[in-house]
Nanobody, 124 residues
Framework: VQLVESGGGSAQAGGSLRLSCAAS???????MGWFRQAPGKEREKVAT?????????SQADSVKGRFTISKDKAKKILYLQMDSLIPEDTAMYYC??????????????????WGQGTQVTVSS
């Protein structure tokens, strides 16, 4: 399984960025998500989305109303649209994936597959 993120960069507060994650090697039902880690802080979940069939989505309270997770199932691309960015969103953002049966547990905390990460920096 390979996950490749793109779309990170710098933005001013109030601005927008869109992250993409191209997945390959996922052959069964899976969940995918975005996690982030800021310097000196623990990694945290940003948003997750279920794979085949259902459209279950889970988001951190800190990004509700500002970030939108979506996926192109046919192309196996995961997106994170980030609007109304704030400096506290500055972090390394990671794409992650796991088998859908782990939706309630591992998908939300520590998926088995990870990308290399893409940096997002928001200035005030």
């Amino acid at each position: 399984v390979q996950l490749v993120e793109s779309g990170g960069g710098s933005a001013q507060a109030g601005g927008s960025l869109r992250l993409s994650c191209a997945a390959s090697g996922l052959t069964s039902s899976y969940c995918m998500g975005w996690f982030r880690q800021a310097p000196g802080k623990e990694r945290e979940k940003v948003a997750t989305i279920d794979g085949d069939g259902s459209t279950r989505v889970s988001q951190a309270d800190s990004v509700k109303g500002r970030f939108t997770i979506s996926k192109d199932k046919a192309k196996k691309i995961l997106y994170l649209q980030m609007d109304s960015l704030i400096p506290e969103d500055t972090a390394m953002y990671y794409c992650a994936a796991d088998f859908a049966l782990w939706w309630g547990t591992r998908c939300q905390t520590d998926p088995v597959y990870w990308g290399q990460g893409t940096q997002v920096t928001v200035s005030s």
